[in-house]
């Protein structure tokens, strides 16, 4: 399984005995971010709750079928529905407009009557016609002199199931009844007494899914409506045919009109939509967080990787200046004592000759001289401090190359290049091998040194286990 391991990551190496080098600008930057994610968030919620708490897509299916599958899409209830119809009749008077009859096939209905069929394109369409008391139907004559006289026309007027689409609706998108209205749709067309009139109206179907969470059924359902239509007047006069009434009775029935649909299943539109949940809103937030984080950490990178090396160096010459002024106090407490010691030789061998006084006197002020060139060169080290920065300086030394002439930029530059060289890979690999052949050759004057345990660490890992 340990090959499997593929989440496990590199050692982690560590800068001033801690993970990170906290700077001023980090903070800064961490605080700004902080602040956008704040606004974002806000933002979205606002957004949430006042606009669409759905998502819809749209597609229009352009289909070329064969018999075989048109015949099957016309058992399929989804594509060929079944539809509310009734019709009524305007522009003459109520008298006559009793007279107007529909058919269809068997079903004989009268005015404002519902009656439920399928849209089916091999159906042979909805007879219009007046309807004789007899065989000779000497009462239709006087009903077309009353639409001459009055200069009307009979207005035809189809009514069948209509539907609303609520595309942001929670319960249902396609809402067919509700308890206000109960949704109708009318197509008017115009009838001519004198010819047949010919109506070919174009079917189109309505698909609709809702994709629901995986513990909840999908939302599927369908609807239809008039697209378009197209009329065509018959140019031999009426068509006359004996037909059984409502009451079982023959008469004849003068063909004003013949309703056809075409639902050709060639092309019908389908809806598709998925509800925004408050899962979607925290991962769009979270998302756009961990991107700017990302931005964030890389905008940073070009400024901390030049500190970091700096501030490594920096305290490097600081630690050393610390170690040369402990060193050069101890030597000055030294020269002193020496002094002193010195000055009371002297006291005791005043009875020397002048020219060992002399000697001695011109050797203990070289001694002096030397003594104090070496503090003074000391004290130069001591003096020697790094400079300050601003924040600015260490993202244009990732342009080094055109910055070259400027101080600062040299400084910067040289601190990177000592601790590329003294920590890179191949670097302490090296010394690794080298120290470890030393150490095979040396012995040690202290064998208690050759353990670890005697490490300040281990003996604390020790004092635990």
């Not at 045919?241 to 409502?246: E, K, V």
């Not at 203990?364 to 130069?380: A, G, K, M, R």
């Not at 000592?418 to 052949?437: A, C, G």
Request: some cysteine.
């Amino acid at each position: 399984m340990h090959a499997l391991d593929i989440i496990s990551g590199f050692p982690n190496l560590y800068i001033f005995q801690k993970e990170s080098n906290k700077t001023n600008f980090g903070g800064f930057l961490f605080f700004i971010y902080l602040i956008a994610i704040l606004l974002i968030i806000t933002y979205y919620i606002i957004d949430y709750k006042k606009n669409n708490k759905y998502i819809i897509q749209s597609f229009t299916h352009f289909n070329i079928l064969s018999e075989k599958e048109i015949e099957e899409r016309n058992k399929d209830i989804k594509f060929n529905p079944f539809i509310n119809f009734k019709f009524d009749i305007h522009g003459i008077n109520e008298e006559f407009n009793k007279k107007i009859k529909l058919k269809k096939k068997y079903i004989y209905v009268g005015r404002n009557t519902f009656f439920r069929t399928q849209v089916d394109y091999n159906s042979t369409g909805f007879i219009v016609g007046y309807e004789c008391e007899n065989f000779s139907c000497l009462s239709y004559n006087n009903f077309t002199k009353y639409i001459t006289e009055q200069n009307s026309s009979i207005i035809f007027e189809l009514k069948y199931d209509g539907f609303k689409l609520d595309h942001q609706n929670e319960n249902k998108p396609i809402i067919k009844k509700s308890a206000d209205e109960n949704y109708t749709f009318t197509q008017k067309y115009i009838l001519n007494y004198n010819t047949t009139t010919f109506i070919d109206n174009y079917w189109r179907n309505i698909l609709y899914t809702e994709k629901k969470p995986f513990w909840e059924k999908d939302y599927n359902d369908n609807c239809g409506y008039i697209e378009n239509y197209r009329l065509d007047f018959y140019r031999y006069g009426l068509s006359e045919f004996p037909i059984l009434n409502d009451r079982h009775e023959f008469i004849l029935l003068k063909v004003l009109g013949v309703i056809n649909f075409h639902n050709e299943h060639l092309q019908y539109i389908e809806y598709n939509r998925k509800a925004i949940s408050l899962l979607d809103l925290a991962a769009n937030i979270l998302s756009l967080m961990s991107n700017i984080f990302l931005a964030t950490k890389i905008f940073f990178r070009f400024y901390s990787k030049n500190f970091n090396n700096y501030k490594i160096i920096e305290k490097l010459l600081l630690n050393n200046n610390e170690k040369i002024k402990k060193l050069s106090l101890s030597k000055s407490i030294e020269l002193n004592q020496n002094n002193i010691d010195i000055n009371e030789n002297n006291k005791d061998i005043l009875t020397n000759n002048n020219n060992n006084d002399n000697n001695n006197n011109n050797s203990d002020n070289d001694c002096l001289i030397n003594n104090s060139n070496v503090e003074q060169s000391e004290s130069s080290k001591l003096n020697k401090k790094i400079q300050k920065f601003h924040f600015f300086e260490f993202f244009l030394n990732n342009m080094y190359c055109c910055l070259k002439k400027y101080n600062s930029q040299k400084i910067i530059h040289l601190c990177n290049k000592i601790i590329y060289k003294y920590s890179s890979i191949d670097y302490l690999v090296r010394n690794q091998i080298l120290m470890e052949n030393l150490l095979k050759d040396y012995k040690w004057n202290d064998p208690s040194l050759n353990d670890i345990e005697n490490n300040d660490l281990f003996k604390q890992i020790n004092a635990y286990i």
